[in-house]
């Protein structure tokens, strides 16, 4: 079992930022985020590998947000700047141990004026 501690979320103006963390209580393989915004499915935003590091963006946040990791913390992050009121949602990790996947409890982000 891995449980997920996500954080970082809020109220924000537009072309603001923010930062998500995702703390895992065990080492993963891999680290994600998704979100879901009002009346919509779950979708990708970004996701790393915990060996190597190699990164991966949804073409609607590429430039404007940065997934990174901290093995020794087996902490993710999620740097997101230039933010936009589609950028609205709930904000989830989903990680991936021994091909097995580990979802947190999502933290809201917010952007308005």
């Known amino acids: 079992q891995v449980q997920l501690v996500e954080s970082g979320g809020g109220l924000v103006q537009p072309g603001g930022s923010l930062r998500l963390s995702c703390a895992a209580s065990?080492?993963?393989?891999?680290m994600s985020w998704y979100r879901q915004g009002p009346g919509k499915e779950r979708d990708f935003v970004a996701s790393?590998?915990?060996?190597?590091?190699?990164?991966n963006y949804a073409d609607s946040v590429k430039g404007r947000f940065t997934i990174s990791k901290d093995n020794a913390k087996n902490t993710a992050y999620l740097q997101m700047n230039n933010l936009k009121s589609e950028d609205t949602a709930v904000y989830y990790c989903?990680?991936?141990?021994?091909?097995?996947?580990?979802w947190g409890q999502g933290t809201q982000v917010t952007v308005s004026s």
């Open positions: 065990r080492s993963t393989d891999f």
């Open positions: 790393i590998t915990t060996n190597g590091g190699s990164t």
């Open positions: 989903k990680v991936v141990r021994a091909f097995r996947a580990y």
